[in-house]
Antibody
């Protein structure tokens, strides 16, 4: 059974760095073809893809976030991470992680992040 | 970037009727391997999105056969036959052909 769960700070101030953790089970990021992606959704709005990381440590980022993103993984502990630097109120959203292949197969429950001064 | 454009539904849809959601991509999603990299998701109120259809027409495990996907390289349709109360939510199409990955803006389904 595949499960994913996101965790984050809940609230942070503008200009700070947002650190998110995705803890998963039911698959391994050391297995050929496996990957984890991050997607976010502002309240009442649509889905925005942020970044993917693959079993071979290949990484892809949404260029719209202009080099603010860093994705990484800890294969031993079945975790993936996303950092977003210099956050702004526009980064307020629910952040999801998902297992990926050619699609977002399994999603976590999401973690709400609010950026506010 | 590949732009995904979704159509609206004439809400609310009467229970038991069929509903078709359209999605158009700004570039063909047909890969040279013969697969079309178009996926459909449903986000029920208060829940995370869930995968319905991948590779344009393949139902994900456990998805009702009332859901079917079809299309060409740039024009796609998700058909829901005999809509039920549990189908309420927002439907998203998404391309996985190339980076950056992009979603449509979503299509809301309401049931009467």
């Amino acid at each position: 059974q595949v499960t994913l769960k996101e965790s984050g700070p809940g609230i942070l101030q503008p200009s700070q760095t947002l650190s998110l953790t995705c803890t998963f089970s039911g698959f391994s990021l050391s297995t050929y073809g496996m990957g984890v992606g991050w997607i976010r959704q502002p309240s009442g709005k649509g889905l925005e893809w942020l970044a993917n990381i693959w079993w071979d440590d290949d990484k892809y980022y949404n260029p719209s976030l202009k080099n603010r993103l860093t994705i990484s993984k800890d294969t031993s502990n079945n975790q993936a991470f996303l950092k977003i630097t210099n956050v702004d109120t526009a980064d307020t959203a629910t952040y999801y992680c998902a297992r990926i292949g050619d699609w977002f197969a399994y999603w976590g429950q999401g973690t709400l992040v609010t950026v506010s001064s | 970037d590949i732009v995904m454009t979704q159509g609206a539904l004439p809400n609310p849809v009467p229970s038991g009727e069929s509903a078709s959601i359209t999605c158009q991509s700004s570039k063909s999603l047909l890969h040279s391997n013969g697969k079309t990299y178009l996926n459909w998701y449903l986000q029920r109120p208060g829940q995370s999105p869930q995968l319905l259809i991948y590779w344009m027409s393949t139902r994900a495990s456990g998805v009702s056969d009332r859901f079917s996907g079809s299309g060409s390289g740039t024009d796609f349709t998700l058909k829901i036959s005999s809509v039920e109360a549990e189908d309420v939510g927002v439907y998203y199409c998404q391309q996985f052909l190339e980076y950056p990955l992009t979603f449509g803006s979503g299509t809301k389904l309401e049931i009467k």
